[in-house]
């Protein structure tokens, strides 16, 4: 037998850009504690619709914690109360009968809400475009022992580069500031030999486009590492402020 | 230039003038603890800090370095307000790794400042400033350890100073380690060894200033002459 709960909503309903949203309330009865978050909003909107009103829009699509689309700030979390999963990773287990699930857009002037749940978040795709790419041609696929690179090194650039760009960072930081995701780009190319070459143009565009966005200033207080999805390690602010203050000074 | 118009360049002066007054803290610090073993010694270094062009070249580089701290602090607060946006969650959650004073550094700063004002007046007014301007007659600039165990007979004021330790206490212990963070002298294993420097550091910093304060009252106004608020 499913087990199921009663819950709750209070979900921030915005119509666009320029209106003034606010907390709607809605009641869910007999969700199963086995569908995902998502799969609980989507029992909502059908509801909604069936009764004739607008659908809740939020952003979401894989549904299996890869693409970074989804995004969702529930009960004072970024991705919800579990750790380490995106939203539409997380399960109506980790609530129970009768709780009232908030659930609020990314609030940060640097992604402004589209609607209702849903946030522009072009503003991650332009600071990948000032330079979170590698421009040389590599070739066609070498031996795998042609590059010859630590361990250490490959690892530690494999764990920056599970970042999915959903911008929970920027969401959790008091500040709005996007170091995390901007070092986490920065730092998996930083630790490769392909990627060196570029490294010093790289930190000062990307940085630089950041700023220019409107994100704030980073003021350590780690709030982004610790609701990140993907566990991206403040190591990485470090490494990008590494980067970035040996560039300048060379300049 | 980068060190005004870059987010980690202004964040880079937040943290070599906030590592320059750990600096200054440090021999204010030591230099206190010779007034709980003789009044002599302590005052031979005052004299020292008096009026020479050195120390005054000192009093003024030091002021620059509070003055860059303060400004940039509020430059960047303003600035992460505006970053934040207009409109604010309606239920906020501190993450458990979260340390309270690293989202409460300006109220810190700003408590510490506050204090700042009145050690000034007690103490900086009737030395330094009245050794160049006489701006206060009758009170020899040169007798420091008169008029510390003057303020520190009295219980208040003990008291007043030990709420100040405490503050500066939570304002360096985040301090400190995100200084080395800004700067970019960290990592993954560097990371829990600056914040146990730090946190060592700072607690030997902030314990030496109120072990003062605590010796002085009970030297001189509990066994003394009694305190005179």
């Known amino acids: ?251 | 230039m980068w060190l005004t118009n870059s987010s980690i360049g202004r964040k880079v002066v937040m943290s070599i003038s906030g590592l320059f007054l750990v600096l200054f803290l440090t021999f204010h610090m030591c230099m206190n603890i010779a007034l709980v073993f003789s009044e002599d010694a302590y005052n031979a270094v005052c004299k020292f800090l008096g009026a020479n062009w050195y120390a005054l070249v000192g009093t003024l580089v030091l002021a620059a370095g509070f003055l860059v701290h303060i400004i940039y602090a509020f430059w960047l607060t303003l600035q992460n307000l505006k970053a934040r946006g207009s409109d604010r969650y309606a239920v906020n959650v501190r993450p458990d790794t979260v340390e309270w004073s690293s989202q409460n550094m300006l109220v810190l700063g700003i408590i510490v400042i506050l204090f700042l004002v009145l050690h000034m007046a007690q103490f900086w007014f009737k030395m330094q400033l009245n050794e160049i301007a006489g701006v206060a007659p009758g009170i020899n600039p040169h007798d420091g350890a008169t008029l510390v165990i003057e303020v520190f007979s009295c219980p208040w004021m003990v008291l007043l100073y030990l709420v100040w330790f405490f503050a500066l206490w939570f304002h360096l212990t985040h301090g400190f380690w995100s200084a080395m963070q800004t700067i970019g002298i960290n990592n993954k294993i560097w990371f829990n060894r600056w914040k146990t420097i730090g946190n060592v550091f700072v607690t030997i910093i902030c314990l030496g200033f109120a072990f003062v304060a605590i010796a002085i009252y009970i030297k001189y106004g509990l066994m003394g002459a009694g305190g005179v608020c």
Not at chain 1, 10 to 22: E, L, V
Request: glycine residues 8%; hydrophobic residues 40%.
């Open chain 1, 1 to 251: 037998m499913d087990k199921t709960i009663d819950i709750t909503l209070k979900i921030w309903r915005q119509h666009d850009r320029k209106a003034k949203g606010a907390f709607e309330t809605y009641n869910l009865k007999g969700i199963s504690t086995d569908s995902s978050f998502l799969e609980m909003l989507d029992v909502l909107n059908e509801q909604l619709i069936n009764e004739g009103k607008e659908p809740v829009v939020f952003d979401h699509d894989c549904r299996e914690g890869i693409c970074g689309m989804c995004s969702l700030y529930i009960n004072g979390h970024p991705h919800g109360p579990d750790t380490a999963v995106t939203t539409c990773q997380l399960h109506m287990r980790k609530f129970h009968n009768g709780d009232v699930i908030t659930i609020e857009p990314w609030r940060s002037a640097g992604f402004p809400v589209i609607r209702d749940l849903m946030v522009d978040r072009t503003a991650f795709d332009q600071i990948i475009q000032a330079g979170g790419y590698i421009s040389v041609n590599c070739g066609g696929a070498q031996d795998a022992n042609a590059v010859r690179i630590p361990k250490k090194d490959a690892d530690e650039a494999m764990d920056s580069a599970s970042c999915i760009g959903c911008g929970a960072c920027v969401a959790a930081c008091k500040n709005g500031s996007a170091m995390l995701f901007v070092s986490a780009k920065v730092s998996q190319f930083a630790l490769l030999p392909q990627g060196r070459v570029e490294a010093a143009r790289r930190a000062r565009a990307m940085v630089a486009k950041m700023d220019e966005l409107g994100f704030g200033n980073c003021t350590n207080t780690g709030a982004c590492a610790a609701e990140c999805p993907k566990s991206v390690s403040l190591s990485n602010i470090a490494r990008l402020n590494r980067e970035f203050i040996k560039a300048k000074l060379k300049d």
